[in-house]
């Protein structure tokens, strides 16, 4: 088994396969490595493809202290897989929590980043949404905590846009839950406490965003509706940012709709690795809508 270890001492456990430019998956919080299987299949025949499971996710490690976890530690425990493979940059692709991380990534690690992917990112972000998430995130902890995994995925699986899979795939959406099923208890709700609830709002980073000049690839469905606005906002504020919204899906877009996550994905990596990501025009940036007055 391969594990990185992070500056703290955690080992985080990761697979890989293929080879050329490293690739590297992180997964969403009820996730984990195995959510990212068809897209190891799919990019491993062209790069070298790497997912791995955050802290608190066996076969990682799981402290047991809060303070353990931080939505700082999510993105430079990517950094760590990084470093540990021997890799200067690599394509970052990130769904939910892992979507957050990959774009502190981008804010902590510009430098080490050939190209950020973001996808489902915005929960909880709006300003006048903010407080009822972080009660929900404790909320959430204190449910797993009084219970077990198997009880809290019966539950959590079937959040408002999560339903939108298990219409459409039952089989793949029974597979997810069983997965989320089989998660640590102390891992999930030390990150609902310590990752989750304790992260900024995305538009307190606004200065932050216009900062990234990497190639980013923002990436939701239009079923999720925490996502949205903040895929605007980010859209709007990283001049280097395509947004992508798939039709009729919910918020587990890379398992929901594999292949066409697949193809939106791939083409944003091909544009990259050749040269051609382009950056907003300075003349896309007017207070008129023709151009007339300009």
């Not at 802290?55 to 939505?71: L, T």
């Not at 918020?251 to 950056?279: C, K, M, T």
Request: glycine share 8%.
């Amino acid at each position: 088994m391969a594990y990185a270890i992070t500056d703290d001492g955690v080992r985080l456990y990761f697979e890989e396969t293929g080879s050329g430019h490293p690739l590297i998956f992180v997964h969403e919080f009820a996730g984990d490595l195995r959510s990212y299987e068809s897209q190891l299949r799919h990019f491993g025949k062209q790069y070298r493809a790497i997912a791995f499971n955050a802290r608190g996710y066996p076969p990682s490690d799981v402290p047991a202290d809060v303070s353990s976890y931080s939505q700082a530690r999510a993105a430079d425990d990517i950094l760590a897989v990084l470093d540990h493979i021997g890799e200067t940059k690599a394509h970052i692709v990130g769904l939910s929590m892992g979507g957050f991380a990959t774009l502190h990534f981008g804010l902590r690690h510009q430098d080490r980043a050939a190209s950020l992917c973001i996808g489902g990112c915005g929960y909880g972000a709006e300003p006048d949404k903010r407080e009822a998430f972080r009660r929900e995130a404790s909320l959430v902890a204190e449910t797993i905590r009084k219970g077990d995994m198997r009880a809290f995925a019966e539950k959590y699986a079937y959040g408002p846009t999560r339903v939108q899979f298990q219409n459409k795939d039952p089989r793949g959406f029974a597979e997810f839950k069983a997965w989320l099923a089989e998660h640590s208890a102390v891992g999930s709700a030390n990150t609902q406490e310590g990752v989750q609830k304790e992260r900024p709002s995305l538009y307190a980073l606004v200065d932050d965003m216009k900062r990234i000049r990497v190639p980013t690839l923002i990436i939701t469905g239009d079923e999720d509706w925490p996502c949205l606005q903040p895929a605007l906002l980010m859209k709007q504020n990283i001049a280097s940012a395509a947004l992508a919204v798939l039709p009729n899906t919910g918020h587990a877009v890379n398992i929901e709709e594999p292949d066409e996550y697949n193809r939106i994905v791939g083409h944003f990596l091909n544009q990259v690795d050749s040269g051609r990501w382009p950056s907003r025009d300075p003349r896309a940036i007017s207070s008129s809508i023709t151009g007339i007055n300009t």
